[in-house]
């Protein structure tokens, strides 16, 4: 399995910093050297991606992957990587004194993204883990603690081994050097095994499910690229209608009709047995 490598570097700063080499799915970092003392500290932004990609600040370009930088202001940043049709937005919050590690594998596919934003919280302790979708399987050197959203209190300082799992979804690992003196928080993003060409699953291949479109004021609901009210329309389904069910994510399902790959909102549609 391809791996991540790390070195951490000393800064005049006193923040230590981490530098990722980029691979493919297993992401090392230190953080519990980052020192979080002042709030008129700079703040330090680690971002790798798969494949190699534009790094946007609240719409400024500021460099491509991998990117580093120790001097910028501890805020709330929009944060964007992008190349050609595959990009991630999300809002991060940079913490004086301290480093965030942001890796992604981009995908045109939203289902095919994967990723893990690493950060530290200087109230709380031991580690919390979310992940996207939710109630995934949550494992610390080997042992199973849990679902996702949750927080790992028993964790000893030092080196430690994170998996994430979930049905349909590629398995996600990453390792840490966690300190009793911060919180280590963990975002976990995991590909779809369907969207990833995966998908070996028993179900997947002997069962064909579909939902049929409800009634709606407009006549027919809207299949967005994305699950996303803000994505762009790519077809329409009338009421009525039944589509090829491929995947569900929070409140949206991922349908096939007419040969378009879309999502359309849980509330306009039903499974059908």
């Known amino acids: 399995m391809p791996r991540f490598k790390s070195t951490v570097y000393s800064l005049p700063s006193t923040v230590r910093v981490l530098i990722l080499a980029t691979s493919y799915i297993l992401l090392t970092t230190i953080l519990s050297g980052c020192?979080?003392?002042?709030?008129?500290?700079?703040a330090a932004l680690q971002v790798t991606a798969t494949p190699e990609a534009t790094v946007f600040l609240d719409g400024k370009h500021i460099g491509k992957t991998p990117f580093f930088t120790d001097q910028l202001d501890a805020k709330e940043y929009t944060l964007k990587i992008s190349v050609s049709e595959a990009s991630?937005?999300?809002?991060?919050?940079?913490?004086?004194?301290?480093?965030?590690?942001?890796?992604?594998?981009?995908?045109?596919?939203?289902?095919?993204?994967?990723?893990?934003?690493?950060?530290?919280?200087?109230?709380?302790?031991?580690?919390?883990?979310?992940?996207?979708?939710?109630?995934?399987?949550?494992s610390l050197?080997?042992?199973?603690?849990?679902?996702?959203?949750?927080?790992?209190?028993?964790?000893?300082?030092?080196?430690?081994?994170?998996s994430i799992n979930k049905t349909g979804y590629i398995q996600r690992e990453f390792a840490i050097k966690s300190s009793n003196k911060y919180q280590l928080v963990a975002n976990v993003t995991l590909a779809s095994e369907f969207a990833k060409g995966q998908s070996t699953s028993v179900e997947s291949q002997s069962q064909t499910k579909?939902?049929?479109?409800?009634?709606?004021?407009?006549?027919?609901?809207?299949?967005?690229?994305?699950?996303?009210?803000?994505?762009?329309?790519?077809?329409?389904?009338?009421?009525?209608?039944?589509?090829e069910l491929l995947q569900e994510v929070n409140n949206w399902?991922?349908?096939?009709?007419?040969?378009?790959?879309g999502w359309i909102s849980t509330q306009y549609a039903k499974k059908l047995l």
């Open 141 to 162: 050197d080997g042992r199973i603690a849990g679902e996702t959203p949750m927080i790992i209190t028993d964790v000893k300082e030092g080196d430690h081994q994170i």
């Open 88 to 138: 991630y937005t999300e809002k991060i919050v940079l913490t004086p004194g301290a480093l965030t590690a942001v890796n992604r594998e981009l995908s045109a596919n939203f289902l095919g993204q994967a990723g893990e934003t690493l950060s530290l919280n200087k109230q709380g302790e031991g580690v919390f883990v979310s992940s996207y979708p939710d109630k995934a399987e949550v």
């Open 253 to 261: 399902y991922l349908v096939k009709i007419d040969g378009k790959l």
């Open 35 to 42: 020192t979080v003392i002042g709030s008129a500290r700079p």
């Open 210 to 243: 579909s939902v049929e479109i409800l009634k709606t004021a407009l006549g027919h609901v809207r299949v967005r690229k994305e699950p996303s009210l803000d994505s762009p329309e790519v077809a329409t389904i009338e009421t009525g209608k039944q589509a």
